[in-house]
C-alpha cells in the first residue's frame, strides 16, 4: 500500500527506492511496470499511462528474485522476449548480442538458463531487461552488480530498489526511504548515510547486563533498550548509524560467551523525518 508517494526521474539518472520489508517498494515497481493500477493518482512512462502497450515497450522490468524461463537456453530466451516485445526480426540478433555482450554472458548463449550459477542467473535476468532497449529500467533488489547497472542504467531512466541505503548508492544519485508505504526520505545517499539509523532486535540468553555493556561497545551504537522475556532471555533494541550494525551485533554476542538466539533488523527513518 502506498500513499501519496510522487517522484519523477529523466533519462541517465538513477532512483532508489530503499527500506524494511513491506514498504512498499516492490509494489510502486510494479506500478510502474504497468503490473498494477494504483487506486489514485497517475502512473507514466514518458507521457504514456505505465499499463499502456506503448508505455510497456519503453520500460525493461526485472522482478526481484529474477524469475526466469529455466528450461530454455539464453539466446533463445532472450528471442522469445525480443518477440514479445515488439523487436522487429531484421534486429532481434543485433539485440541479443548487444545485451550479451553488456552483461558479460558471451560464452553463455547457448547454456540452459537453470544450470547457470546464482550470478550469471542474475545477469540473464538483466540482459532481459534490456534487450529491447528500453527507455527505462525497473530493477527490484538486484543484486550486487553495482557497476553493470550502471553501465546499463547510463542512458535510461532507473528506479532500483534494495533494503539499504548502501545497497544502492554506487548507482543512485538520489534515494527516496520508505516506511509502511509512505516517503520518510528523500536525500541523496550522502546525506542519508550521515543521517542512517539501523534498528537491530537481538534476543540474547545470558547476563542481560553484560550483554547490554558488551553492545553497547560495539562502533556506531547510540542507543540500547533492554527488555525481559520468559526463560531467561533477553530482548536488546539496538539502534545505530552503520549499515553493517547486525553483524557487528552478532561477533560482539558470540565473542563475550553469549546465547544469540534471535536476530534481525530494519533500516528505520532518519532522524528528523516526517
Known sequence: MLADVSFTVARGQALGLVGPGGAGKSIALRMLAGLVEPTSGRVTIGGDAARTRQARRRIGYLAQGAPLD????VTPYLRTLCRLRGVAPALRQARIDAALDRC???????????????DLRRRVGLAQAVVHEPDALLLDEPGSDAELIAALG?????????DAVAGVSGVC???????????????TPEVLRARLRVEVLVVVRGDAAAAERHVRDVAGVSAVA?????GGEHRLTVTGDRDDLQDAIARAVVAHGLGLRELSSRQAPPDGAG
Open 70 to 73: 529455466d528450461d530454455m537456453r
Open 104 to 118: 558479460g554472458l558471451g560464452d553463455c548463449r547457448h547454456e540452459v538458463i537453470r544450470r547457470l550459477p546464482a
Open 154 to 162: 547510463r542512458e535510461r531512466a532507473v528506479v532500483l530498489s534494495g
Open 173 to 187: 544519485g538520489r534515494v527516496l526511504v520508505l516506511d509502511a508505504g509512505r516517503v520518510v526520505a528523500d536525500e
Open 226 to 230: 533492554v527488555e525481559a522475556l520468559d
